[in-house]
């Protein structure tokens, strides 16, 4: 199907595009968030990224949520899990204290009706890899068999691989993946500029085609989930999870653009992670570029953009 063939003239479209929006105020206000922008699909923070602590919604502000969600064009929601949870830690009290967040994160995603709670798999801190891809395997497993009844899909991203990152190679991805014994609540969400900073070429379709069916092949079924759409701000392979513009790094609009076609001929939705700066121009600007880079029409509420 060409993309604009699914392009209705309602303006309903089955591409799935968003970005990262704020939660500030209450998760109810995610929706006017991502409407004024056009979005059909957000990606929120359950709660403040750099503090541990947080309580589950209020059955006040699930029904506000609820009520909003029914009536928005916004039909998807993610939700990135802290960046504080480090499910690989060496250290016992940070493990802990990962593993407790993340359940209680997966259990807020549930609350929400989330599409997917994206994790980045760990950190091994300087010590030995494959000790630290155990111990992340471990904690999935137990947050996972602690709860049977998810319905959220938790979805390992891909890292630049800094600092001793887990997970920015498919088969550090594999390794955690395989020791599920629950592979149906997990799925993967890869990131355009992490993939480029850990020395994936995107240059070319082949090479795209060849990084993506690697990092599946982690997976013991399912397609890909999600995309986070970014720029790199340094070049191939420097390790450095540093997200630009679109068209403003070094991945660039050609590479990027392919990315787009991808997701939209598969129906992988595409979340921005872009800097934002002051106010929504730079929101406005990259999800018209999203548009414009794909070939698409720019939706109306992104014509002035830029
Ligand atoms: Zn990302
Ligand atoms: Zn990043």
Redesign the pocket.
Known sequence: MSPESRIGRTGKTSFRFGLHVSAAGGLDRIFERGESLGANTVQIFSHSSRSWGFDLPTDELLEAYRRQRSTSSVSRVYIHASYLINIASEEHEIALRSRDTLRKELLTADLLGADGL?LHPGSARGGDRSAAVRRAARILREVLDSLPDLKTPLLL?NTAGAGSMLGSRPDEMAEIIASIDRPGCLGL?L?S??LFAAGFDLSSEEELDRVLADFLSALPSGGLSLW?L?DALFGLGSGRDRHAGLGEGHIGQEALSRIIRKALSSGVPVIL?TPKGEGEALDRLNLRRLHTFAGLPVPELLRDAG
Do not use: G, S
Request: glycine share 0%.
């Open positions: 994206v991203e969400c990131d500029c992490h986070h970014n992670e």
